[in-house]
């Protein structure tokens, strides 16, 4: 029998020092590469931008309301869809705080007596403020309770004085790639624009919003002055509004632009009418019940139906999305 | 470059931490659900966090087999099989977050979803396809199957191109993600097409 004395060992089959030391942070390296690359960046806890929180008065109590339980503040300045300022939903909160919001004029503009500019200071005189407690449903399937400080739309609209032949209202968004970042990125074609038939922008439902829960509106719920139609898709709800154009003919809004099969221009909530990619029957309140969170039914026009139905009577909704 | 050999405790080793990483995704859900840390929709959270962690794990175990073939270093065909498999853990968990955390086992609701909406249905096909490649992974089963085992395993490249499908058709305008992985399975298909380098041209004579 032979037995190798451990001397038979050739050179050549020892691993030198450096060449296993090599070994030994490759493998590391490898781990820990592998261990970030399966860590997204951010945990789902937000780092707020720091705002200033100013708070609004006098409120006084709006004749709408619900009775339903509040969407807590956190999530309505945490989880926002506002491209301006990144596609994730934590993206608003993170990247806003860059607002220039004074001074902010709006421009009145179209089928107006005359055109005119209007200071933000001078549009909160118009109307005193209100708080409007209403339910916003997002297309994408979600659902909040949010508590609006505003005024109605048609205030704005009696002093703008719209002429006759204006039978659409065109809003258009800030889009300043120095303030805002993701207007760096063409995922949509800037600025943001909305448009509503002007008897549904008369509707006294339909608010300009200038804060929540009492305060000033943050960068990332659309400050300083934003768009509040509450039978319709969260996203008819223009933010940071720098235009108003009174128009004849239907604008084509941007969503329209960007996906006229899944975007109409009514958008009014409708559990009948499913989106390409998103069911519509159902939907999943924000902030209530954590991991056991069931879905709710979503109501025609949001549960405004008996407020706003008489606008669309005899119109094709399925047509009309 | 890669060792062509390792010895096989340092082959245990790797596996370990392997397994453990693997396991990390999941674990960062448990932690941050115990400290209510999942954001304001905790349940899109969940069910999209496995869903990424599956196509990832994915992707892991289709980049095994070029990296392989290139380096000449065998022992990382050993990883395969766990990465395949935990691949198909999170895609169990991301089945299972819909059907339960999201649809509440409401079959009627999940069937009129799946059959209307095109990204559901391809998620679903993809899931389906990696279930008999899951349960033929055994060692058993490798031999039982024979020559039939590699063509059948071959299917994991249909279910990973529905997988990131199913992705690209579910985001609402921003691709860049689902475009990024389609380009890094694209990328790894493409390496099977190169031939494999020989083994001289590796080990040091």
Known sequence: MLIRKPTDIPPSEITPRAVYRARRRFLLAAGAGLAASLLPAAAAGVTVQPQVRRKLSPIVRGPYGTDEKLTPYEYVTTYNNFYEFGTGKSDPARNAGTLRKSPWTVAIEGEVKKPKRIALEDLLKLAPLEERIYRMRCVEGWSMVIPWVGFPLAKL???????????????????????????RVPILDWPYTEGLRLDEARHPLTLLAVGLYGEALLDQNGAPLRLVVPWKYGFKGIKSI?????????????????????????ANVNPEVDHPRWSQATERRIGEGGLFNRRIKTLMFNGYAEQVGQLYSGMDLRKYF | MLPAKIALNWLRYLKGVVFLLALLPLARLLVLGVLDRLGANPVEFVLRSNGTSALTLLLATLAITPLQRWSGAGWLLALRRMLGLFAFFYAVLHVLSYVWLDQWFD?????????????????????????PLALTSTDGMMRRLGNRWRPLHRLVYLAGGLGVVHYLWLV???????????VVLGLLLAARLYPARRRSDVMPS
């Open chain 1, 157 to 183: 609209i009696d002093w703008a004085e719209p002429t006759g032949n204006a039978r659409y209202v065109e809003f258009v968004s800030l889009a300043d790639p120095e303030q805002m970042p993701g207007v």
């Open chain 1, 242 to 266: 720098v235009g108003i154009r009174f128009v004849e003919r239907q604008p084509v809004t941007t969503w329209m632009r960007a996906s006229p099969r899944e975007y109409g221009f009514y």
């Open chain 2, 107 to 131: 079959w009627h609701a999940i069937a009129q979803d799946v059959m209307e909406h095109r990204y559901l249905l391809v998620g679903l096909l993809a899931f389906l396809l990696l279930i």
């Open chain 2, 172 to 182: 609402k305008k921003d691709l860049t993600l689902p475009l990024a992985y389609g």
